[in-house]
Nanobody, 124 residues
């Protein structure tokens, strides 16, 4: 499975961005997919996960309501819509995948495949 993340950039506080993660090698209906983020000097942090391309979702409690994970079957792509962005959301954002499982994981070690990071910078 190869994952290609895109969509990061510079945005002012209060703005929005949508990240994309295109999967190849396996249809994402057979994958659990997730977004993590890592700020400088900090550990990688769970953001959101989905099974079935957005049918079942799980969010970090602190981000629920601002971030939405969804999927497009036709494009084999998972999205992360980020609204009301704050400077503390600044980080490299990574998409990750593992074979389809009932449980949605929150830990990086639960995922087998990783895309490259896409940098999100939120200015105050």
């Amino acid at each position: 499975v190869q994952l290609q993340a895109s969509g990061g950039g510079l945005v002012e506080a209060g703005g929005s961005l949508r990240l994309s993660c295109a999967a190849s090698g396996r249809t994402f209906s057979n994958l659990n997919m997730a977004w993590f983020r890592q700020a400088p000097g900090k550990e990688r942090e769970f953001v959101a996960a989905t099974r079935g391309g957005g049918v079942t979702t799980l969010y970090a409690d602190s981000l629920k309501g601002r971030f939405t994970i969804s999927g497009d079957y036709a494009k084999n792509t998972v999205y992360l819509q980020m609204n009301s962005l704050k400077p503390e959301d600044t980080a490299d954002y990574y998409c990750a995948a593992r074979g389809r499982s009932v449980l949605l994981g929150k830990w990086p070690q639960e995922y087998d495949y990783w895309g490259q990071g896409t940098l999100v910078t939120v200015s105050s």
